[in-house]
């Protein structure tokens, strides 16, 4: 089972999995779009409309679950399928890695066998 702590950052609570070794459960979606926006040094901005379309999507596809309404402030945690979805999505995205890697290194095996040729 994951252990789970609560980090109280930027006036909003993220829900951290200690066991995946990285932040993986969702606060509010105004805690998402700060921690989104600090994880990637400000290159992935995302609007809330942008967010709480996804956040609806997520909600419907049960990766993630709201837990709180506070108001207007709606707080969610992800579930055992959005771990799986999350875990599957960074294997997928770094086999992408790994075959942009293999092309660059034959791409440079084509230029160096075809200097030789040439």
């Not at 789970?4 to 509010?28: F, H, Q, R």
């Not at 956040?55 to 837990?67: Q, S």
Request: with cysteine; net charge positive.
């Amino acid at each position: 089972m994951a252990a789970y702590v609560i980090n109280k950052k930027l006036n909003c609570t993220i829900i951290t999995d200690a066991s995946m070794g990285c932040e993986t459960c969702i606060g509010t979606g105004t805690c998402a779009i700060e921690f989104i926006d600090k994880h990637t040094n400000g290159r992935v901005q995302i609007g809330p409309a942008t967010l709480y379309t996804i956040l609806g999507k997520f909600e419907k596809e049960k990766y993630i679950k709201e837990i709180s309404v506070e108001g207007r402030k709606r707080t969610y945690v992800i579930t055992e399928k959005g771990k799986d979805a999350y875990n599957t999505e960074l294997v997928r995205l770094r086999q992408c890695i790994l075959d942009s890697d293999n092309v660059q290194s034959f791409n440079q095996y084509w230029r160096d066998r075809h200097e030789k040729t040439t």
